[in-house]
């Protein structure tokens, strides 16, 4: 007999979806020492975004349910019109809102190997396929999704730079990968650790999303803004996606607190290029000392570097992450996005990063 004949069942996919299991936040010892698991900034939040927070009153009241003023401030810093900026509870939540708006059964989402976890689980809970186009040495290949085009394709997720390898593709292939979609298809630029890329050669996306009809791009306040408590998340889309978006958007989808702290910590550029200037001295630090270890790392272009460990017994990921749980130093397992022997290392304060690359030349010995 069908056990599950007598009471609810899922929509077809939803079952499918591995439910998204974030970074650890307490060593085994209970404490939380050194959390570097979810790629946080080290600095904390923008006194200024503090300051709003706790200048809050009237509780009693809804929030403001289009978040005009974090749109007006997102618009002001990045010279963008507030209409054609939508927020959200985290990013995830304007990716999920994208696939609810565009995905259904038999509609086809492509996205890289080593993509984002969000991407297969919002593609699958609104019914779609996905499709995971292979990478070129841990990096987006722009040949392998264009070969995976169909008439299916509605939407392709794209992170760059990528969580959880930090690698990044050079703006041009992005021009090329849209050039060679069709125009029914949305490309989703997910550019969530874009402030802590310095190079000559990466964009986020807004230009592209500005002369297009097909592009949205996503960004967070979780990362380099430091407030990843607060679930603050922006993208900026063209007018008819704005407006199925906010068509689905819950009416009161952020609450004031993260409405007020988010305004004013865009608005606080000055600290932001500090958080990017401490990211600056120390990725290529802990890269490098890692590296004289005889560990192998991904070179990143964001606040955070993976780390691949020996295929020796003892010494493998998993032996070295008990062996830093153990010594309050809290880092990512990857096995989920395909890497069971790396660990994921958010860069963080300087005694962090030096405990971390001292309890790691103990444990290779």
């Excluded at 969530?192 to 002369?211: C, F, H, P, Q, S």
């Excluded at 990857?334 to 690359?357: C, H, K, Q, W």
């Amino acid at each position: 007999m069908d056990q599950q004949a007598d009471r609810p069942v899922p929509r077809s996919g939803v079952l499918a979806i591995d439910p998204y299991v974030p970074g650890k936040a307490k060593a085994k010892n209970g404490q939380t020492i050194y959390k570097l698991s979810s790629n946080e900034t080290p600095l904390g939040a923008s006194p200024k975004a503090i300051e709003a927070y706790h200048a809050l009153s009237h509780f009693e009241h809804y929030p403001d349910p289009s978040a005009s003023n974090l749109r007006e401030a997102i618009g002001d810093v990045y010279g963008l019109n507030p209409d054609n900026i939508i927020c959200g509870c985290g990013s995830d939540e304007i990716l999920s809102l994208l696939a609810y708006a565009y995905l259904g059964e038999g509609d086809e989402a492509i996205f890289t190997e080593h993509g984002f976890l969000v991407y297969n689980i919002a593609t699958l809970a609104a019914g779609g396929t996905p499709v995971v186009a292979p990478e070129k040495n841990l990096t987006t290949d722009v040949d392998a999704i264009l070969e995976r085009i169909s008439e299916k394709t509605k939407m392709v997720f794209i992170a760059n730079p990528n969580n959880p390898t930090g690698t990044y593709i050079p703006f041009k292939e992005i021009r090329r990968l849209h050039a060679g979609l069709p125009k029914t298809t949305v490309l989703v630029l997910d550019a969530a650790y874009a402030e802590y890329v310095r190079r000559n050669d990466y964009e986020a996306g807004i230009e592209l999303v500005a002369t297009s009809q097909n592009v949205v791009m996503t960004r967070t306040f979780s990362k380099v803004y430091g407030l990843p408590s607060l679930r603050v998340g922006w993208g900026y889309a063209p007018d008819h996606i704005i407006d199925a978006l906010n068509r689905i958007r819950g009416p009161f989808n952020m609450n004031s607190a993260a409405i007020a702290a988010g305004a004013a910590a865009v608005r606080d550029q000055a600290f932001l290029e500090a958080a990017v200037l401490f990211n600056q001295q120390w990725l290529p630090w802990v890269s490098k000392e890692l590296g004289k270890l005889g560990l192998k790392v991904t070179p990143s272009v964001g606040n955070f570097i993976l780390v691949h460990f020996p295929e020796e017994l003892g010494k493998r990921a998993a032996d070295a992450d008990a062996y830093l749980l153990e010594r309050g130093c809290i880092l990512r397992r990857v096995d989920a996005y395909g890497f069971p022997n790396a660990l994921r290392m958010s860069i963080g304060t300087e005694e962090a990063n030096r405990d971390v690359v001292k309890h790691l030349a103990d444990f290779l010995k």
